[in-house]
């Protein structure tokens, strides 16, 4: 991605620098197209996908977000829908609309927790039970269900610590009125490994943690379900 700190903005869709180029980065000359109609339809940038309703994608069929509700975490691709109507439990969660009213829905081979959004600022000091953060347990529910809907296997977890409320289900059934959901793992994006990059309030651990103050049960459960994994979390 090149940033282009001054040109002309056409419809949000993409930056160009005025006049014919080329323009001079170091060495490397890059000749810019500004008159190419099908590049210029194919692909818009969005800063986050909470941003996406205040945007125009004119011509577009696929944006980029930079991130979900925070720049560099959680970004993704999402692709203009024009079939039936989407499930209203996804909306402002995996998919949205922009100012023209154009529906965009998420497209992802990876599914991530941060694209259905996850927070990842938990916290736990080792060895108690009080821990606190932003709630992502419905992160956790509707990143699954997407999985379900879209025949996804795995549900993925990016090395950063999860609060959640409640415990996570994996299975026969979800929470909050969301979709029914089978066969999904959870899996964290880091390897498991003890003394591994990631940390828990100093202690080496996975990258991946998941914290909960509930001592009477379990952060996650795995009921009426097969072929499910939860694995270097």
Known sequence: VVRINSGTVNGNTFWYVGGNGPLNV??????????????QSQQGIATLFTAIPSLRFSGATQIFTLG???AGFGAGTYTKWTGAAL????QGVWWTT???GVVWQLSAEQPRVSQFGAVGDGSRPYLTITATGTDDLDAFHRGAAWCYLYRKKALYTEPRTFFVSNTIQLGGFGTGGVSSFHGVSLIGLSPFAWGGTGSWDGQRYPATCIVTNNAD?????ISSGRGIAVKDI
């Not at 499930?87 to 996804?90: A, F, L």
């Not at 049960?217 to 459960?221: M, Q, S, T």
């Open 87 to 90: 499930p209203s439990w996804g």
């Open 217 to 221: 049960r379990p952060c996650i459960a």
């Open 26 to 39: 170091g060495t490397s000359a890059i000749t810019w197209l500004t008159a190419n109609a099908g590049f």
């Open 98 to 100: 922009d100012a023209d």
């Open 68 to 70: 979900y509700s925070t």
